[in-house]
Nanobody
Framework: VQLQASGGGLVQAGGSLRLSCQAS????????MGWFRQTPGKEREFVAA????????YFADSVRGRFTISRNNAKDTVSLQMNNLKPQDTAVYYC???????????????WGKGTQVTVSS
């Protein structure tokens, strides 16, 4: 599975951004899809994930209530809607695919290239 993320950018605190991830390859619907983020000097951290069918979603405590995740298995896409952004949300965001549900970066099977999100105060 190849993953291509897009939609990052610069936004003021309180604003919104929508990240999208286009997958290519086989069996997109077999994978949990998710997003992680990383800042310099820190480990990559879990942000959100969504189950194969889209029926279940999971969020880090730091983003719950502000971010939503969705997927379209017909188009092989997953999106992360980020609202009420805060400066501490600034990071490189990575799209991820895993056969099993996980919040651990070492449990991810495929990574996309990151997209930068910068939130100014």
């Amino acid at each position: 599975v190849q993953l291509q993320a897009s939609g990052g950018g610069l936004v003021q605190a309180g604003g919104s951004l929508r990240l999208s991830c286009q997958a290519s390859g086989r069996a997109f619907g077999s994978y949990y899809m998710g997003w992680f983020r990383q800042t310099p000097g820190k480990e990559r951290e879990f942000v959100a994930a969504i189950s194969w069918s889209g029926g279940s979603s999971y969020f880090a405590d730091s983003v719950r209530g502000r971010f939503t995740i969705s997927r379209n298995n017909a188009k092989d896409t997953v999106s992360l809607q980020m609202n009420n952004l805060k400066p501490q949300d600034t990071a490189v965001y990575y799209c991820a695919a895993a056969l099993k549900a996980t919040r651990r970066s070492d449990g991810i099977d495929y990574w996309g290239k990151g997209t930068q999100v910068t939130v100014s105060s």
